[in-house]
């Protein structure tokens, strides 16, 4: 079972509408990271959070520790919206309490239609 | 401008000769990172560096060396390249020395082993 599972993989949706992109981890975790991935392949970091919720322009991410669950919004949708947006951890060593690595989700593609 | 470097962008070569790719940051970033991106499996964490001189395995590290001689530079060496390394690698720093940091990523490089 991977640590890190986002849903849906694909979504396609039309210009205006209000996108939902759900990311759920089975470790603990010292921080939550969203991303996103161009279509060139560049990969630019959305948030980064431990707590609580984010917003940046038209995209919000909240995320729950206790149900270890974390989703990113986009309000309003637009065809340059369209990437692959990854949902990655960092786990929190449980003895060691060190954070160093990073997870990452496969990803969910976004095409959004004009 | 603030950065992550990447040098080559795209490289063909065959099993077995030796490569580096090199990775350079501007940002005074003390933690650097090394990730290999490949088709259903997404983004996997093959090396990291918390600091000079202190480096650590990721997830996949088999076939793979680093180095961390200066804060700026974090190449990733192929000693024996294999065709199985085929894949988008990309390197990322982050101002701290854990994963729980903004990443900031290069902007890739494709590597074909024949």
């Known amino acids: 079972k991977n640590e890190v599972e986002q849903s849906p993989q694909n979504l396609t949706a039309q210009e205006g509408e209000f996108i939902t992109i759900n990311c759920s981890y089975s470790v603990g975790i010292s921080a939550l990271h969203w991303l996103q991935q161009h279509p060139g392949g560049g990969i630019v970091s959305l948030f980064m959070?431990?707590?609580g919720k984010k917003k940046h322009g038209r995209l919000i991410a909240t995320i729950n520790i206790q149900e270890k669950h974390s989703s990113l919004h986009i309000t309003a949708s637009h065809p340059r919206d369209s990437a692959v947006y990854i949902c990655?951890?960092?786990?929190?060593?449980?003895?060691?309490?060190?954070?160093?690595?990073?997870?990452f989700g496969k990803g969910t593609r976004l095409h959004i239609l004009p | 401008e603030a950065q992550v470097t990447q040098n080559p962008r795209y490289l063909i070569t065959v099993t077995g000769k030796k490569l580096t790719v090199t990775c350079s940051q501007n940002?005074?970033?003390?933690?650097m990172s090394w990730y290999r991106q490949d088709p259903g499996l997404g983004l996997r964490q093959i090396y990291y560096?918390?600091?000079?001189?202190?480096?650590d395995k990721g997830d996949v590290p088999e076939g793979y060396k680093v180095s961390r001689k200066e804060k700026r530079n974090f190449p990733l060496i192929l000693e024996s390249p294999s065709p199985n390394q085929t894949s988008l690698y990309f390197c990322?720093?982050?101002?701290?020395?854990?994963?729980?940091?903004?990443?900031?990523f290069g902007p890739g490089t494709r590597l074909t082993v024949l």
């Open positions: 990322a720093s982050s101002r701290g020395t854990s994963g729980a940091d903004t990443q900031y």
């Open positions: 560096s918390m600091n000079v001189e202190v480096t």
């Open positions: 990655a951890v960092s786990p929190r060593h449980e003895y060691m309490n060190r954070d160093d690595k990073i997870i």
């Open positions: 940002m005074n970033h003390e933690y």
């Open positions: 959070l431990s707590s």
